[in-house]
């Protein structure tokens, strides 16, 4: 079935050090890749996506770089600052499909 | 230009019982998703209303229905609780311009079921 497996679970960089998160999905049909970082008790919120027909897109510290033959797209967070520390979710959208299936998180701390 | 606003932020509820947990989406949006996410795991996709009709299910069981009205707001409805329904609800809204979407979240309703 439908499934996004997401590494590390937990990650600790020092600041200033870059921070880099695996998923891999398993719908090579998904067409849609977003990241949303959730700081505890708040709500999800969107930080960078990319799409089936982009290999890379970047956003100041932040970029997303997609493997559509291996099935597998990464998040890098360069320069972290401790207001990185949050818990990061990556998403695929099947095609055809409206839903998003998320990856379990990563626990990112950046220590000062 | 409000976000996506949910309602009640917290709820307690007992096994058997019933509850209703709404959601207004972003304004321009005319799509609304809802999630359950249990504790340290990634949000679960429920469904996914538009035009007032459910469009896609999740692999959640009847129990868990839902509602669209005509100013786009949604409401989430869950029968008959099980301890295990206790999880933070998120509702997200969408806006389809040409198939491309993203869906924003709203800060979620904590249910607690005992």
């Known amino acids: 079935g439908e499934n996004v497996e997401q590494h590390p679970s937990t990650l600790s960089v020092q600041e200033g050090d870059s921070a880099v998160i695996k998923c891999t999905y398993s719908?090579?049909?998904?067409?849609?890749f977003p990241w949303y970082k959730q700081e505890l008790g708040k709500r999800p919120q969107l930080i960078i996506d990319?799409?089936?027909?982009?290999g890379e897109k970047k956003d100041q510290r932040i970029a997303v770089t997609l493997n559509k033959t291996a099935k597998h797209f990464s998040l890098h967070i360069t320069e972290t600052q401790p207001e990185d520390s949050a818990v990061y979710f990556c998403?695929?959208?099947?095609?055809?499909?409206?839903?998003?299936?998320f990856g379990t998180g990563t626990r990112l701390k950046v220590l000062a | 230009d409000a976000g996506v606003t949910q309602s009640p932020t917290h709820l307690i509820k007992t096994r058997g019982q019933q509850v209703t947990l709404r959601c207004s989406p972003k304004?321009?949006?005319?799509?609304v998703s809802w999630y359950q996410q249990a504790l340290g795991q990634g949000p679960q996709f429920i469904f996914q209303?538009?035009?007032?009709?459910?469009?896609q299910r999740g692999n959640f069981p009847d129990r868990f229905s839902g509602h669209q009205f005509p100013n786009y707001s949604s409401e989430l409805n869950v029968n008959a609780l099980l301890l295990g329904d206790s999880a933070l609800y998120l509702c997200?809204?969408?806006?389809?311009?040409?198939?491309?979407?993203?869906?924003?979240f709203g800060p979620g309703t904590r249910l607690l079921v005992l």
């Open positions: 719908d090579s049909a998904s067409n849609y």
């Open positions: 304004s321009g949006h005319d799509t």
């Open positions: 997200a809204s969408s806006f389809y311009p040409g198939g491309q979407e993203t869906q924003y």
């Open positions: 990319i799409r089936s027909n982009v």
């Open positions: 998403a695929a959208r099947p095609s055809g499909t409206y839903k998003y299936i």
């Open positions: 209303y538009y035009e007032e009709e459910e469009r």
